[in-house]
């Protein structure tokens, strides 16, 4: 059963002589999210409030959700289950791969070394909107000029080459953590960046052998584990395609390219 919280305060110049005592009670619940999000940073957790796509494992729309309930692992060891994307851009001259590094003030995974962009389409009609993948491309769109500050016109919705969608289950510590299925995305685009750092520290552009560099340098926990789980599985035979396409086109390196690759699967991962 759940209990209130109570809090006493005084009445202002208004009040009877000898002052009023108000009694407020809170819902136990309040109370606790209050407790789970404090000490974090404000902009971070005024973007726990965004309403997510909450899904069967089929991922199949349920119903929208916080940011915050969707991660908190009491809920995900209970199934709860979420829509998200993360996004892979490429240069397209050099071939390199744009990595992020998550900012300190990030709730989930701070300070750990992605890909390009990784969040959540939102619970509106615009990111809802299921045929071709249209409504994860804008989330991606919206994203990247968000913690990247690239312009739409520079990533076109027709730009971005879905490939298939993984489900896995994270935590991140005791609190929060993921529990998603993935939309894996492509690009190749000429970007300018001007990085948010409420959202991204750090950002390196890596080939192939400086990836495996860099994860042979760090502590495996010094990335986000569904980028572990991608690289791992997905990323380099799609990366090397990519560069097989743009030698026998002997054009620029072109994510589109790899269309004949994607499927219409869920890989558990889990």
Known sequence: MSTSTTTTATAGPGADAGGVTETIRLPAQAAAVDEQLAGHDEEQIRLMEERCIVLDENDMYLRDGSKKECHLMTNINAGLLHRAFSCFLFDPTSGKLLLQKRAEEKITFPSMWTNTCCSHPLAIKGELEEKDQIGVRRAAQRKLEHELGILPEQVPLDKFQFLTRIHYLAPSDGLWGEHEIDYILF????????????????????????????????????????????????????????????????????????????????????
């Open 187 to 270: 690009i190749t685009a000429p970007v300018t960046l001007n990085p948010n750092l409420n959202e991204v520290s750090e950002v390196k552009w890596v080939d192939q052998s400086e990836l495996k560099a860099l994860m042979d340098e760090l502590d495996p926990s010094s990335f986000t584990p569904w980028f572990k789980l991608i690289a791992a599985k997905f990323l380099i035979p799609w990366w090397t395609e990519l560069a097989s396409e743009k030698a026998s086109s002997g054009k620029e390196f072109n994510a589109l390219s790899l269309n004949r690759l994607k499927d219409d699967e869920i890989h558990r991962m889990l």
